[in-house]
């Protein structure tokens, strides 16, 4: 099939919105080619770590299933992702089983553990979801209030071999893994989220030791890699993880991760850094991210898509980048939609 620069500049869009209602924007995008999106949370129960009681009994598995159900109809082959982390955000709270506790999860047999994230991606593929944003693989070693209450152990062989058994076990019942924050961020005093001067600094060895979960993951086939928020002073002085096509080469050609790049939240203060969303959008394009995480707001999801078509047309994204992107997402969402 043959897809228009529209359809792809759709293609590589995962708008994130916190209720079960497909707004008119995200409605036009998935009929125009977009092929993801994110059900996510409110910046309250972000910061708080769990889904408001009013969620819990609003979201019931009926209500839950009719609202993807209604997102397959725009979109037979869609990528619909939750926050489901070991420790941390649980998108789907008492929808599925939880995790163990951090204190469990530190003695638990590995067969045990991807037998139960295979049950939870189960259920979770029975409400219509079919992609878990984690696991996280950040070594928090210091400061750190964007991750704080989010991880669970600051041993990188412990880390790595719990995420790859969830990441086998969610893989195996259709659920696609997308593993978190690469290049990992051990210590960050402000948080990227809504600090645009969230930096992180540290040694380089220091920071490649911090690749040992990534690595791991890649072993395990993790099906997506989501690159950080914020700069890494050591490895790009000037470019959010994000948006530097040294870091994002970093994880191609030294780790050798050859699925699909998702940026962040292009929302972020410490990766927009006073530029528009738009501009981000193509640097983090040109980059080597494949898809790109845009809050539904407004007319902001058409309006990088505008963008992205344009800087094909004028020749500052080339045609070539843009389809292999699209078709990056294109091919996860037709892996797991079945």
Same mark, same amino acid.
């Given at each position: 099939?043959?897809?228009?620069?529209?359809?792809?500049?759709?293609?590589?869009?995962?708008?994130?919105?916190?209720?079960?209602?497909?707004?008119?924007?995200?409605?036009?995008?998935?009929?125009?080619?977009?092929?993801?999106?994110?059900?996510?949370?409110?910046?309250?129960?972000?910061?708080?770590?769990?889904?408001?009681?009013?969620?819990?009994?609003?979201?019931?598995?009926?209500?839950?299933?009719?609202?993807?159900?209604?997102?397959?109809?725009?979109?037979?082959?869609?990528?619909?992702?939750?926050?489901?982390?070991?420790?941390?955000?649980?998108?789907?709270?008492?929808?599925?089983?939880?995790?163990?506790? &951090?204190?469990?999860?530190?003695?638990?047999?590995?067969?045990?553990?991807?037998?139960? *994230? =295979?049950?939870? !991606?189960? /259920? $979770? @593929?029975?409400?219509?979801?079919?992609?878990?944003?984690?696991?996280?693989?950040?070594?928090?070693?210091?400061?750190?209030?964007?991750?704080?209450?989010?991880?669970?152990?600051?041993?990188? &062989?412990?880390?790595?071999?719990?995420?790859?058994?969830?990441?086998?076990?969610?893989? *195996? =019942?259709?659920? !696609?893994? /997308? $593993? @978190?924050?690469?290049?990992?961020?051990?210590?960050?005093?402000?948080?990227?989220?809504?600090?645009?001067?969230?930096?992180?600094?540290?040694?380089?060895?220091?920071?490649?030791?911090?690749? &040992?979960?990534?690595?791991?993951?890649?072993?395990?086939?993790?099906?997506?890699?989501?690159?950080?928020?914020?700069?890494?002073?050591?490895?790009?002085?000037?470019?959010?993880?994000?948006?530097?096509?040294?870091?994002?080469?970093?994880?191609?050609?030294?780790l050798g991760f050859k699925g699909l790049i998702?940026?962040?939240?292009?929302?972020?203060?410490?990766?927009?850094?006073?530029?528009?969303?738009?501009?981000?959008?193509?640097?983090?394009?040109?980059?080597?991210?494949?898809?790109?995480?845009?809050?539904?707001?407004?007319?902001?999801?058409?309006?990088?898509?505008?963008?992205?078509?344009?800087?094909?047309?004028?020749?500052?994204?080339?045609?070539?980048?843009l389809y292999e992107a699209a078709e990056k997402?294109?091919?996860?969402?037709?892996?797991?939609?079945?």
């Amino acid at each position: 099939m043959i897809f228009t620069n529209k359809q792809n500049a759709h293609a590589v869009i995962f708008p994130a919105f916190s209720c079960l209602s497909l707004s008119d924007s995200v409605k036009e995008f998935l009929s125009e080619g977009g092929c993801s999106i994110l059900v996510g949370e409110t910046r309250e129960e972000y910061v708080s770590r769990q889904v408001s009681i009013e969620r819990k009994l609003l979201e019931t598995p009926e209500t839950v299933l009719c609202f993807n159900n209604e997102a397959k109809s725009f979109s037979k082959q869609i990528i619909i992702a939750v926050d489901q982390e070991i420790s941390g955000i649980c998108r789907l709270h008492d929808l599925v089983e939880p995790f163990p506790s &951090i204190e469990e999860l530190q003695t638990i047999h590995l067969s045990d553990f991807e037998h139960l *994230s =295979s049950k939870i !991606a189960t /259920a $979770a @593929k029975k409400l219509g979801f079919n992609c878990f944003l984690g696991p996280i693989l950040d070594i928090v070693s210091g400061i750190n209030p964007w991750l704080l209450g989010r991880t669970w152990t600051t041993d990188p &062989i412990r880390l790595s071999d719990i995420s790859s058994a969830f990441i086998r076990g969610i893989q *195996s =019942s259709h659920v !696609a893994a /997308a $593993a @978190k924050h690469f290049p990992g961020y051990s210590t960050i005093e402000l948080d990227p989220a809504i600090e645009s001067e969230a930096i992180m600094d540290g040694s380089l060895e220091s920071i490649q030791a911090g690749y &040992i979960p990534f690595e791991d993951a890649i072993k395990n086939n993790v099906e997506i890699i989501m690159t950080g928020p914020a700069i890494i002073e050591t490895l790009d002085p000037n470019l959010p993880a994000s948006l530097s096509p040294k870091i994002i080469q970093t994880l191609k050609s030294e780790l050798g991760f050859k699925g699909l790049i998702l940026s962040d939240d292009l929302d972020s203060k410490a990766t927009l850094r006073n530029k528009t969303i738009s501009s981000v959008a193509i640097d983090a394009l040109n980059a080597g991210s494949d898809l790109l995480l845009v809050a539904d707001t407004g007319s902001q999801i058409q309006d990088v898509v505008s963008s992205i078509i344009q800087a094909v047309n004028s020749g500052t994204l080339s045609e070539r980048r843009l389809y292999e992107a699209a078709e990056k997402v294109r091919t996860v969402a037709a892996k797991y939609s079945t």
